[in-house]
């Protein structure tokens, strides 16, 4: 994720790195000489420090985000954190009333929003081109965790927190169809499975969807509780329903996050391993998809695109508009915020909190407005 932010970063054209930290000199020293950074370091204070620094992104594991961001807070740096935002909806609070109390920028990087396809679907929504909402179903499918001999850092509650795969797609999920439909989710039912009871864990460090040519010689056998599969029923609103899956254990599914939406009017529905195309359909017409050409998306959709039609955005462009809104209000805070905060955040750690609770009871819980 380091890598991915400092890519996009430098993409805007108005913001230079200038410092990395990581867990070990020799990491950010690695880093650095590979990214072309000048300063490299093991000691976020001394990057804290620095009063010609404006802001951090913050890349690190889940248990990291909540103790340095209120550190950064406190020297007065503004802060784009990964997500979840936290280990708890409490540290999420108080990372968000520092953030205000000090005037600060604050982003979740909830960057999954800002492929232009979903844009349009949020502004036809607007519109009311949908008709009332009615349903909401989905998935955030992965296999990069199908064997007992794939690890990573996520797996453990120690790093990453209570929950895994809900925690870390399953928040993007329920973020986005928020987002996109405009309605709260005001209650919910989840039943979460660990799929690998035990995981053989590499005797040496391997990045996120790596560690595949490994040999049983390299592995200690490691008890897992943290989920590799998890579902969730939804009420959004008064009288929409809905479901959800995310899974780390589905074959072939690289990064299938999709979304299907269905009103009184029409229904539609984006998967994000075809970026590109927004599918609509029709009860008694045929059926249309849209490919995203900004100059055929309504203006507030096109604003997250900067290419031409048939010329593809993805991933890395999601991060590049997110940042540049970011960035932009740093800059000038007449700028909107059009970007998901804190409280996005906040919100986000306090339906997580739901989704464990309703799994250990086995039953419904309410969430209070967000």
């Not at 890395?316 to 059009?338: G, I, S, Y």
């Amino acid at each position: 994720m380091g890598r991915t932010h400092v890519e996009a970063i430098r993409r805007l054209g108005s913001v230079d790195v200038v410092a990395v930290v990581a867990a070990t000199e020799e990491e950010a020293q690695g880093f650095a000489s590979k990214a072309g950074i000048d300063f490299a370091t093991a000691d976020v204070d001394a990057v804290l420090a620095n009063k010609e620094i404006d802001g951090v992104h913050i890349c690190t594991p889940n248990n990291t985000h909540a103790p340095i961001s209120l550190k950064a807070l406190e020297a007065g740096k503004h802060v784009l954190c990964e997500k979840p935002l936290s280990l708890s909806a409490a540290e999420a609070a108080t990372m968000l009333d520092l953030a205000e109390k000090k005037g600060l920028c604050h982003a979740t990087n909830h960057n999954l929003r800002y492929y232009p396809a979903v844009q349009q679907l949020r502004r036809m929504i607007e519109a009311g081109e949908l008709g009332e909402i009615l349903v909401v179903q989905g998935t955030y499918s992965q296999d990069w965790l199908l064997y007992d001999t794939d690890f990573n850092w996520r797996i453990l509650r120690s790093a990453n927190g209570p929950l895994r795969v809900v925690g870390d797609i399953g928040s993007h999920w329920m973020d986005m169809i928020q987002h996109v439909t405009g309605l709260p989710i005001t209650s919910l039912c989840a039943d979460l499975s660990i799929i690998h009871k035990v995981r053989k864990q590499p005797k040496v460090a391997i990045q996120t969807f790596a560690g595949k040519t490994l040999k049983p010689e390299d592995y200690t056998e490691v008890p897992i509780d943290t989920e590799d599969f998890g579902m969730v029923l939804l009420h959004m609103g008064d009288r929409c329903r809905g479901a959800y899956t995310v899974s780390q254990v589905s074959a072939g599914c690289k990064n299938r996050f999709e979304i299907a939406v269905f009103g009184t009017k029409c229904g539609a529905s984006w998967n994000q391993e075809r970026p590109d195309e927004l599918w609509i359909g029709h009860r008694n017409e045929p059926n249309r998809l849209i490919l995203k050409d900004p100059s055929l998306l309504y203006p507030a959709a096109a604003s997250y695109a900067d290419f031409p039609g048939g010329h593809s955005e993805g991933y890395d462009d999601t991060h590049k508009m997110l940042f540049r809104r970011f960035w932009a209000r740093v800059a000038d805070r007449n700028q909107p915020v059009e970007y998901p905060t804190f409280a996005d955040g906040l919100r986000g750690m306090r339906l997580l909190e739901k989704v464990i609770e309703s799994n250990a009871k086995r039953g419904w819980v309410d969430c209070a407005p967000q």
